[in-house]
């Protein structure tokens, strides 16, 4: 008898969860951003979330909560409840590149976060202000050979994406380039223009605007590819300069042990959200290219460039400020 009453609890029990998969999600969900308002993350957040409203039929709230690389959002999430209702939306570096600069890392990102999709990837150029005699990176690499010291990049601080991309370029190029960190990208792209500093590595998004102004050159591509947006770039491989691959993507994770039919919900509404026509294109004009994927394709990407990115920063010994 207590037999059939354990089979018939366990029943009961799959039939309990198989229905709340089937009602998620019931109340408003909550997509936490972890930079400021304004800026591309959250413009992008912003824009698949009001997407993803309409999809599933649940307003999902943007919280933004800055701070430390990425790391304050980072571990509220880690420590949300595994229902689906807290969502992480995050550049490469918060979860590929903070947890090897900062010790004190309160989260793992393998460990802490279900992966659900990557969002957009974000090609990084390598770009020269107006004035600058180069007009490709294997002739900016020639001058900094000769003249050791003398080319300055600027970067969005040590650490920083952008400053691992210089790294990169120094290691296969072997060209001594003097690194100008700044807090952040804005302050970085002025004195660029301004001609304090001859180069940059940014994100086609920050770019795009004084690319078409002609404030601004690109004159290659840290990517595998070229940029769908600027077919006419070629990158820094095809220029013979070497292998420079540091992508800019963001993607969306959940916590730990969040249930399978839950990411798949959340997967499915991602994907057709980018899908959509009209989303589809206000990204592209802001720069920025869609990249719907599986969450089995955003964890082998987190694990391959947390490996890349910790390489190259033990290898340059690159402390946090």
């Given amino acids: 008898m207590n037999w059939h ?147 300055t990049i600027a970067s969005t601080g040590v650490g920083s994406l952008p400053h691992l991309a210089i790294e990169l370029l120094r290691g296969v190029t072997g060209a001594d380039f003097t690194h100008v960190p700044y807090k952040g990208a804005a302050p970085a792209i002025n004195d660029l223009i301004g001609g304090q500093v001859n180069a940059f590595f940014g994100d086609v998004p920050a770019l795009i605007g004084h690319l078409r102004s002609g404030k601004l050159r690109a004159i290659g591509a840290a990517s595998q590819s070229r940029s769908s947006l600027l077919q006419d770039v070629p990158t820094l491989a095809e220029q013979g300069v070497g292998r420079i691959e540091a992508p800019n993507w963001y993607g969306l994770f959940a916590p730990a042990r969040t249930p399978p039919e839950v990411v798949a919900k959340l997967n499915d509404a991602v994907r057709r959200a980018l899908e959509s026509p009209e989303l589809r294109q206000r990204l592209l004009q802001l720069g920025t290219e869609p990249s719907p994927s599986t969450p089995a394709e955003l964890g082998a990407l987190l694990r391959d460039d947390l490996a890349k990115w910790g390489k190259v920063i033990r290898e340059n010994n690159i402390k946090d400020e």
């Fill in 5 to 151: 009453r354990s089979v018939i609890a366990l029943g009961l029990l799959i039939l309990a969860l198989a229905c709340h998969a089937q009602e998620f999600p019931s109340h408003p969900l909550r997509m936490v951003i972890a930079f400021p308002p304004g800026g591309p993350a959250d413009i992008v957040g912003r824009h698949v979330a009001e997407r993803m409203s309409s999809l599933l039929r649940q307003p999902i709230i943007v919280d933004n909560r800055p701070g430390a690389n990425g790391a304050v959002g980072a571990e509220f999430v880690a420590k949300s409840a595994p229902d689906g209702y807290t969502l992480f939306l995050t550049t490469v570096g918060a979860v590929a590149v903070t947890p090897h600069l900062r010790k004190d890392t309160p989260y793992d990102p393998v460990r802490d976060f279900t992966p659900v999709s990557l969002v957009v990837n974000n090609t990084l150029l390598f770009v020269v202000n107006a004035g600058v005699a180069a007009k490709s990176a294997a002739e900016l690499v020639a001058i900094a050979r000769s003249a050791p010291g003398k080319v």
